[in-house]
């Protein structure tokens, strides 16, 4: 059973960091993308970065520059480091993975979300 599980919210002053991790488990073989979502009280639920197989990176305009994913296949482990965090950086944000087994595709999973609350 695939699991996504994060890691690493918190609370934090404004231009403070925080660097949030998802691992993935359960009988995967490979991943197609995988990255962070977040959703504010009130307001939809937003793509804040994603890294797909082909090795590009795609972010949220608002968080170029501050904030960075990357990710490490052998662990199945992608990591959001997050800089400058401003106070409408606040939201839950959540895991996302699009993963593949090794007879075809698993589908597309949800980690249960981490709270991040940037405010002085």
């Known amino acids: 059973q695939v699991q996504l599980v994060e890691s690493g919210g918190g609370r934090v002053q404004p231009g403070g960091s925080l660097r949030l991790s998802c691992a993935a488990s359960?009988?995967?073989?490979?991943?197609?993308?995988m990255g962070w979502y977040r959703q504010a009280p009130g307001k939809q639920r937003e793509l804040v970065a994603l890294?797909?197989?082909?090795?590009?990176?795609n972010y949220l305009d608002s968080v170029k520059g501050r904030f960075a994913i990357s990710i490490d296949n052998g662990k199945k482990t992608v990591y959001l480091q997050m800089n400058s965090l401003k106070p409408e950086d606040t939201a839950v944000y959540y895991c996302?993975?699009?993963?593949?087994?090794?007879?075809?595709?698993?589908?597309?999973?949800w980690g249960q979300g981490t709270q991040v609350t940037v405010s002085s």
């Open positions: 890294f797909t197989r082909g090795g590009s990176a």
């Open positions: 996302n993975a699009d993963l593949r087994g090794t007879l075809g595709p698993l589908g597309e999973y």
């Open positions: 359960g009988g995967i073989f490979s991943i197609n993308a």
